[in-house]
């Protein structure tokens, strides 16, 4: 994902979360700024704390809270492994939210990391969520239906591919923009 984001870019870390995968950004990345939210209580409490001075942290905080707070509208956003925890009776209120950040921000690109349903990892990944976390809301979502998912809530959109799903299935990462990237072949 780090090749997927341009240079001295404000990433907006949308539910982060403990924050070990912003460790392995941050440490690839070294033009980024961070800012890293979560509705929950502690957010970001595992980045390493060499990387204090690049990141914000905003605790008890959700993604419309952030755009009314008048601070700096991001460059990227960052979806590691959220979607599948937004219920998908709030995913178009979510939404709404992320498209009103996009007509502030055209060329906002917009990372979403998460895994394809019918591999025994995601099974496992699910059962997890769903009775150790007890998250009952817990929804996953596959490559094609979050492309769907996002083309029928923020309009016209071009998305790409990272190399995730080939590496390492059934991960994936896709980018979105507007007329930012190339169709790639065998989706959508
Ligand atoms: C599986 S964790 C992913 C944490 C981190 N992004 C990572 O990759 O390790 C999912 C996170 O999404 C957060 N979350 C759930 N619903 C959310 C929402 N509507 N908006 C923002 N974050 C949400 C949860 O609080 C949780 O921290």
Redesign the pocket.
């Known amino acids: 994902m780090s090749t997927a984001l341009p240079h001295a870019a404000h990433v907006l870390?949308?539910?982060?979360?403990?924050?070990?995968?912003l460790n392995h950004l941050l440490r690839l990345r070294s033009d980024l700024q961070v800012t890293t939210?979560?509705?929950?209580a502690t957010?970001g409490q595992w980045i390493e704390s060499r990387f204090d001075a690049r990141v914000l942290k905003l605790p008890s905080t959700?993604?419309g809270q952030y755009l009314s707070s008048g601070r700096p509208d991001p460059d990227v956003v960052?979806?590691?492994?959220?979607m599948h925890?937004?219920a998908e009776s709030?995913r178009p209120a979510?939404l709404a939210c992320i498209k009103s950040l996009l007509g502030r921000v055209p060329d906002l690109r917009i990372v979403v990391?998460d895994a394809q349903p019918g591999h025994w990892r995601t099974w496992l990944a699910y059962w997890s969520?769903r009775y150790v976390?007890g998250d009952a809301?817990v929804s996953p979502i596959s490559r094609e239906a979050l492309i769907r998912l996002f083309e029928g809530a923020l309009g016209p959109l071009q998305y790409e591919e990272t190399g995730l799903f080939q590496s390492d299935r059934p991960n994936y990462a896709i980018v979105f923009g507007r007329a930012l990237f190339s169709r790639p072949s065998g989706l959508g």
């Not at 870390?13 to 995968?21: A, F, L, N, P, T």
């Not at 960052?78 to 959220?82: E, G, N, P, R």
């Open positions: 870390d949308i539910g982060g979360g403990d924050g070990e995968h939210l979560d509705p929950a957010v959700d993604l960052l979806l590691a492994d959220v925890h937004i709030a979510f990391k969520d976390t809301n």
